[in-house]
Structure formats: structure tokens, C-alpha cells
């Protein structure tokens, strides 16, 4: 599958995987912080932005979406960072590939199979619920999700999968039935017999409940030389909390072969 993605920058390179109801467009800015200095590829992931939809939305074909685009490219041993779903892909693709990744950030996303999160759930339901084939305007939806949906950064983040196919004509970007079929998968954990040795930097929002401590001897036993590091304030969506944090911690960890303290 060839899948759309951003490019900015010279030098090493770097993969940006986005999370679940993303798109390359929402990591541009952290893309281009550090696209002064690294060769920044970021992804839509399939089903999601602008690339190709399948029947199939799950970690191992995403896996193969991603070795794809490594080889379609050419990009010799990447640095991937991976938000959520995107930090279970890049995992699955380091474990498989264990000698072709230079480096790995995983953020807010552990190796272990999750619990359904209802969130998820009632966001793929809210947005099916919607006749996007009778709606001519975005502020239409818009006033839709303000009746379901409290949470503003949700709302925002759902508007964001709205697109003109032509004036008057609106869709969603993301691939809704594929992604619903196949949401169970999405929760599946990550498990490998082999062990990445790379350099691994995990980095958890303080007030996310994605990564908590007793997940720290799975991470370690897949990933022996990952760190954990966690910004405070922050929930699951790290980058839109905490970008200057982020992007700190993301510009020490690849500049250089810094050894951050023991999670904290």
C-alpha cells in the first residue's frame, strides 16, 4: 500500500506515526521543529488522512504498510516515534526488524493488550451515527458533536477527518467501517520472542493512564534499553499538551546518545 505522507528536512532519518483518528497533518509542527537538523517522513497510516483504505485495519498490516514505505523510499535505519497506535506499529516494526531501526520513541502507548476504551468507541459510533451524505456544511457536524460530544479537543479532533470531496459534497477522511470492524484489534498487545536492543525513549502524559508503572518489566523485557519519561500536565495527547516539552525531550534523545535518568 503506498501510503500519503509529509516530508521535510535533510539528514538522518526520522518516521512520525500518527494515533488512532490522526493524520500526518497533526504532527507537522513537531515534524518541522526538528526537520533542521533530521529528515522527517510523517505518514497518513492506512484508513486514515489521505492514504488508501482497506477491509483490513490491524498492527500487522500496518507493520507491512510501513516496511513498504521504508523500502519504497529507500530510508536506511530510521529513527521512529509513534504516538499511540503509530508507537504500536513502530514497536511491531522494531521487533521484526530489530537491526534496520536506528532509534525508537514510543509516546503514551505500552506493549500490553488494553481494555476497551470507551472513548474510542463512542467516537467511531458518534461519527457513523452522522448522515455525512445529507450534510452540506461543516458547521452542521460541528453543531451535531456539540450536542454528543463535551469534550472541545475531541470535537475539534474529529472535525479535523472532514474534507470537501467537491463544494457542497463533505466526507470523512478516515475509512469508518473498516476502522469499527476492526476496532478489537486495535486493543491487541504486542508481543514478540525477540527483543529490540536499541536505544527506546517512552514518554507518558502525568495525567494519562496509558503507560502506568507496572507496565515498566514488559517494556524493558521487549525493550532492555528503553527509558520511560513522563511530562506532567499532560494527557494522552502529548503533542497538543506539551509540544515544547516534547519536543525537548524528542531533540535530546536523537541529537545525541544522551542517557536520560531511570523512569520517573
Not at 509542527?29 to 489521505?50: A, E, K
Not at 458533536?145 to 479537543?153: F, P, V, Y
Request: glycine share 6%; aromatic share 10%.
Amino acid at each position: 500500500m503506498k501510503l500519503f505522507y509529509r516530508e521535510s528536512g535533510q539528514g538522518q532519518p526520522v518516521i512520525i506515526l500518527h494515533g488512532l483518528f490522526g493524520q500526518s497533518d497533526n504532527w507537522v509542527t513537531v515534524g518541522r521543529r526538528i526537520s533542521d537538523q533530521f529528515h522527517v517522513y510523517i505518514p497518513d497510516l492506512r484508513n486514515h488522512g489521505q492514504s488508501p483504505h482497506a477491509s483490513l485495519h490491524s498492527f500487522p498490516a500496518m507493520c507491512n504498510d510501513l516496511a513498504e514505505f521504508i523500502d519504497e523510499h529507500q530510508i536506511e535505519n530510521p529513527v521512529l516515534i509513534g504516538h499511540s497506535m503509530g508507537g504500536k506499529v513502530a514497536m511491531a516494526y522494531a521487533l521484526e526488524n530489530t537491526e534496520k531501526v536506528k532509534k525508537m520513541v514510543i509516546i503514551d502507548i505500552s506493549p500490553r493488550k488494553y481494555a476497551e476504551r470507551i472513548t474510542h468507541t463512542q467516537v467511531i459510533s458518534q461519527m457513523l451515527n452522522i448522515d455525512i451524505e445529507k450534510i452540506t456544511s461543516r458547521g452542521e457536524v460541528e453543531k451535531i458533536l456539540d450536542s454528543r460530544i463535551s469534550d472541545t479537543r475531541i470535537r475539534m479532533f474529529i472535525m479535523k477527518n472532514l474534507y470537501y470531496k467537491f463544494p457542497g459534497k463533505l466526507a470523512w477522511r478516515l475509512n469508518l467501517e473498516a476502522i469499527n470492524q476492526s476496532m478489537d484489534l486495535l486493543f491487541d498487545g504486542i508481543s514478540s520472542e525477540n527483543k529490540y536492543p536499541g536505544p527506546c525513549l517512552f514518554i507518558r502524559g502525568g495525567k494519562s493512564d496509558y503507560i502506568p508503572d507496572e507496565d515498566s518489566p514488559l517494556i524493558t523485557n521487549l525493550f532492555p534499553e528503553a527509558i520511560i519519561k513522563t511530562i506532567s500536565g499532560a494527557t494522552h495527547w502529548v503533542h497538543a499538551d506539551a509540544p515544547e516539552e516534547l519536543c525537548y525531550l524528542l531533540s535530546g534523545f536523537l541529537e545525541r546518545d544522551c542517557k536520560f535518568p531511570v523512569a520517573e
